[in-house]
């Protein structure tokens, strides 16, 4: 069934959120997005209303090593789903032709319109949409190359020999939890983009990024740019010299300091 519009005047104090709202509504009626999925971002956005929706300092930090993680990566590459796909497939295409990352689309849920077929239909759809998007070339939408994640029993499991499968580092964005502890069991370095700074993916992760994916993944791109004509030294130690757990601890800090700002009446974080 498609999404009809809705119509967010320019004064409306939440107009960007709405925005987002819509490309992901639009994203569901076109068949990319699953039903979990527009409830799985409603619960990130509760945390991004909790940052004060901007891109904080430990953003920026952990911003900084993925994209020096990244520059350095032998076989980089970018694992999308259907809400990225839906909400920022040409920032996806950007970071991965600022990187030289393979893009590869992977689902957890099956096609709501043909359940029996597995996530086949959805990759497909999300490929296509990554590749108007500006994306060279986008694997994992068909089962031609499909290999599968030590470690994993859903359709998550799931991936392109030739993408993550072979890859020594994997950007992950919305990322269910039990993947990215199978990919970092799996030896690759893992980036993962992840409003919770609670989440299982989060701590799994070798740099977890606690931002909104439609405000860093751009960003992201325009660090790699940024560090793309420093030494190899110089990428070792902005990757090597970031440290996650204590990253999301001052992620969690801030969230704290906002809720109690918000309690004594002093406004957002």
Known sequence: MPVMPATIPETHPRRESLLVRERLARGFGEGLVAAEGLMAHGRGEAFDYIIGERTRGFARAAIRAAAATLLLAERPAISVNGNVAALCPGEAAGLARATGAVVEVNMF??????????????????AAA????????????????AGRLPGTDSERGTADVRG???????LVALEDGDRAAALAAAGKTVIAIDLNPLSRTAAAAHVTIVDNVVRCMGELAAECGRLSGNGREELEGARDSFDNAANLASAVRAMAAGLEARAAGAGTA
Do not use: F, K
């Not at 993550?164 to 994997?170: N, R, Y």
């Open 109 to 126: 849920y099956a096609d709501a319109g043909d359940p029996a077929g597995g996530t086949w239909a959805r990759r497909r759809r999300a």
């Open 130 to 145: 990554l590749a108007r998007a500006g994306a060279r070339e986008v694997l994992g939408a068909s089962p031609e190359n």
């Open 164 to 170: 993550a499968l072979a890859a020594d580092v994997v």
